[in-house]
Nanobody
Framework: QVQLVESGGDLVQPGGSLRLSCAFS????????MAWYRQAPGNHSELVAS???????NYADSVKGRFTISRDNIKKTGYLQMNSLKPEDTAVYFC??????????WGQGTQVTVSS
């Protein structure tokens, strides 16, 4: 059974940086696409970034040039480096991994708050 545990969320000032981590427990992490989503109060969930098994990446327009998604298949961990943070980045960030039908897993979320 796959489990995902996010960490790294915090309160940070505008312009600051954070790195989120997503620890994967289970087998075959390298066969899963990984993504980060976020949800702010009153908003729908938004895809922030994704990375495929061959390291192709995709970003929401709102974070391009500021956020970087990466993965370490040896450590079975995914990352989201967030720079130049803005108040509108405030949300709960969720890690997601997918491999196929019925193999879609979510973490519990980590809170990111950008405020002065």
């Amino acid at each position: 059974q796959v489990q995902l545990v996010e960490s790294g969320g915090d309160l940070v000032q505008p312009g600051g940086s954070l790195r989120l981590s997503c620890a994967f427990s289970g087998n075959f992490f390298n066969r899963y696409t990984m993504a980060w989503y976020r949800q702010a109060p009153g908003n729908h969930s938004e895809l922030v970034a994704s990375i495929t098994t061959d390291y192709s990446t995709n970003y929401a327009d709102s974070v391009k040039g500021r956020f970087t998604i990466s993965r370490d298949n040896i450590k079975k961990t995914g990352y989201l480096q967030m720079n130049s943070l803005k108040p509108e980045d405030t949300a709960v960030y969720f890690c997601n991994t997918k491999r196929g039908v019925g193999q879609d897993y979510w973490g519990q979320g980590t809170q990111v708050t950008v405020s002065s």
